[in-house]
């Protein structure tokens, strides 16, 4: 279903136990609610689930223009408002974990727990230039000319040589996703600088990284983790920036034990 919420039409899906409490899924960069189809098995059972796609990004609005991780968790509440929901579970990866890094210290009401997978809560200086180079990329050569190289980096070597078919459904994501987006989106994360806020948090926490992640490292993971005082942290080996894809089980295992289900 298209919802009007924070002034765009957001593109979400509302699954599972009704009546049940709910677990919001936020997905990463360049993708879109698809990249969590691996986790509704064993959220389904026990709470509702409710998936959307990012400004930009799906079938959810385009806006053009830089984004900023503020404007991104209000869509969050406003989608939340529109639907009648009032507290969720909420679990992000990637700008996904920032924008509930954003939640959890601004509308931390609306916040039962939080899981935040394979994000970080400050952009270093030196990544910065990275972005900068992306998003001048994306504009002038279009998502195929990034696709190869952020697949490189949400798998590990021996995971893409599988080529199983679940890569083929994220290069699609990547590929469709509208540049104007991306590029929306990317803005946002090159102003992350929540690490100075982290100790506000007051919510139970669960911080969850792949252990060969290169963009948003173990480090980064313990650094939130450092900071949340109600938090836990569990590092999957044989898995890089998109864990909950690579290493399925252990995933669905780490927030089954902490959802309690």
């Known amino acids: 279903m298209r919802i009007k919420a924070n002034g765009i039409e957001i593109h979400c899906e509302l699954t599972g136990k009704p009546d049940a409490p709910v677990v919001v899924l936020s997905h990463s960069l360049a993708s879109s609610m698809v990249m969590w189809e691996p986790q509704l098995k064993v959220l389904e059972p026990d709470f509702r689930v409710l998936r959307y796609d990012m400004r ?11 984004y900023t991780l503020e404007v991104l ?3 969050v509440i406003g989608l939340l408002d529109a639907l009648d929901i009032g507290s969720v579970h909420f679990m992000g990866l990637s700008i996904g974990g920032m924008i509930g890094q954003g939640l959890a210290l601004d509308h931390a009401d609306r916040l039962q727990s939080v899981i935040l997978c394979d994000t970080a809560p400050l952009l270093p200086e030196e990544a910065k230039p990275i972005f900068a180079e992306r998003i001048a990329q994306a504009r002038e050569h279009g998502m195929t000319s990034l696709a190869e190289g952020t697949l490189a980096r949400w798998f590990t070597p021996s995971f893409l040589e599988k080529d199983p078919p679940v890569v083929n459904q994220i290069h699609k994501q990547i590929l469709a996703t509208p540049v104007e987006g991306f590029i929306g989106c990317s803005h946002a994360i090159l102003g992350l600088n929540y690490l100075d806020r982290l100790a506000e948090i007051d919510l139970d926490t669960l911080v969850i990284v792949g252990e060969d992640d290169p963009g948003t490292p173990v480090a980064a993971a313990e650094a939130i983790h450092g900071e949340i ?30 959802l309690q289900l």
């Open 56 to 66: 930009g990004h799906g079938s959810s609005e385009v806006v053009k223009g830089a």
């Open 73 to 75: 968790g209000n869509d």
């Open 229 to 258: 005082r109600n938090s836990e942290v569990v590092i999957l080996p044989s898995a890089a920036h998109l864990c909950n894809i690579e290493q399925v089980e252990n995933f669905n295992r780490a927030i089954s034990d902490f």
